[in-house]
């Protein structure tokens, strides 16, 4: 047990919103960088039942072809909770909100080419250079088949918030699981829809009955989803 590595700091470390020479954009970068350390938290993993993963990759290609989608996320930080949620339309449109406690928001947009973000003030465009960065995790989330979503072993039925889906739970190698504030492994699990084969819930946890999710995102399908870009705004100035 004491050689297993901890949660990585980044899942419990406080987030801080603020504007740096990017425009705001490191935020946006950080932000997501966080979320993906705790939906992938679990590390390198173990070969499980193929099937199993196959049915992963198979509802989260179903999501990329189910047009527009929301993703909204929460973890604790020592400050308190943090909240990111981000909305796609493809092939490309984005937006990706941060709120923290003691922050103003942090919001970042994507339209076409363009991209603009703001946090307590007006929007400002985003450098090109920032704005095609923005654009490849777009396409990465939208359009890009995925592949490397690492081992599933099919968990059966699960309930979430008074709802029946349908679990997949991530297979580590021995002894390479992160522990959590508990002290027990940590696990990620995929809640797929059974009526519409979608992605529902993305939970990050330790393995024990009752544990307090250190991530959970839920995703919804909404079609009246609208995004659109600030063409008025002015450039970014460099910090």
Not at 34 to 43: E, K, P, R
Not at 123 to 132: D, G, H, T, V
Request: net charge negative; aromatic share 6%; charged share 25%.
């Amino acid at each position: 047990m004491e050689n297993r590595e901890k949660i990585p700091e980044a899942v419990s470390r406080s987030v801080k919103i603020s504007h740096d020479d990017l425009g705001g954009y490191g935020m946006f970068r950080s932000g997501v960088a966080c979320l993906l350390a705790c939906c992938l938290l679990s590390g390198p993993a173990l070969s499980a039942g193929e099937s199993c993963r196959d049915e992963v990759i198979a509802a989260f290609s179903k999501q990329r072809s189910s047009g527009a989608y929301r993703m909204v996320g929460e973890r604790m930080s020592e400050t308190g909770p943090v909240e990111v949620t981000e909305e796609y339309i493809p092939p490309d449109r984005m937006r990706h909100v941060i709120v923290a406690v003691g922050q103003p928001p942090l919001q970042t947009v994507l339209v076409g080419r363009r991209a603009w973000s703001r946090q307590d003030g007006p929007w400002e465009e985003l450098m090109p250079a920032i704005a095609q960065t923005i654009i490849a995790q777009v396409i990465a989330a939208t359009a890009v088949p995925p592949t490397d979503v690492g081992q599933f072993e099919c968990a059966g039925k699960a309930t979430v918030d008074g709802k029946e889906y349908v679990a997949y739970r991530s297979v580590e190698k021995p002894g390479s699981s992160p522990l959590g504030p508990g002290g027990t492994p940590v696990h990620r699990t995929l809640y797929v829809d059974p009526a519409t084969g979608l992605p529902a819930y993305n939970i990050v946890a330790e393995e024990k009955d009752g544990a307090t999710p250190i991530f959970k995102g839920a995703y919804s399908y909404p079609d009246d989803l609208v995004i659109e870009g600030h063409p008025d705004a002015p450039l970014a100035k460099i910090r």
